[in-house]
């Protein structure tokens, strides 16, 4: 399984950015993906999670009303689209895929694309 996670970069606060992560490889019967966002020296911070085939979501409470995942099946890509950026969601930013969106646990991880966002 790979993903391949894309869109970072740097933006103004207030702003707008959308990150795209594609999956290749085994297909699976019933899965989520999701995306984590990582700051220097601190812990792993789960962000959002959409269940592939029922599309029901879950976001942490710092992004909810901000953020929104959503997927392409045909695509096999799912997004976050990110408004409202603020100067603290500045870190790497992780999808993965894992069996269900709630609780989301990654079993398969793209690498990071960083987001910098500029006061």
């Known amino acids: 399984v790979q993903l391949q996670a894309s869109g970072g970069g740097l933006v103004q606060a207030g702003g707008s950015l959308r990150l795209s992560c594609t999956y290749s490889?085994?297909?699976?019967?019933?899965?989520?993906m999701g995306w984590y966002r990582q700051a220097p020296g601190k812990e792993r911070e789960f962000v959002a999670a959409?269940?592939?085939?029922?599309?029901?979501?879950y976001y942490v409470d710092s992004v909810k009303g901000r953020f929104t995942i959503s997927r392409d099946n045909t695509k096999k890509t799912v997004y976050l689209q990110m408004n409202s950026l603020k100067p603290e969601d500045t870190v790497v930013y992780y999808c993965a895929i894992g069996p269900r969106y709630y609780p989301f646990v990654g079993d398969y991880w793209g690498q990071g694309t960083l987001v910098t966002v500029s006061s």
């Open positions: 490889g085994r297909t699976f019967g019933s899965y989520a």
């Open positions: 959409i269940q592939w085939s029922e599309a029901g979501t």
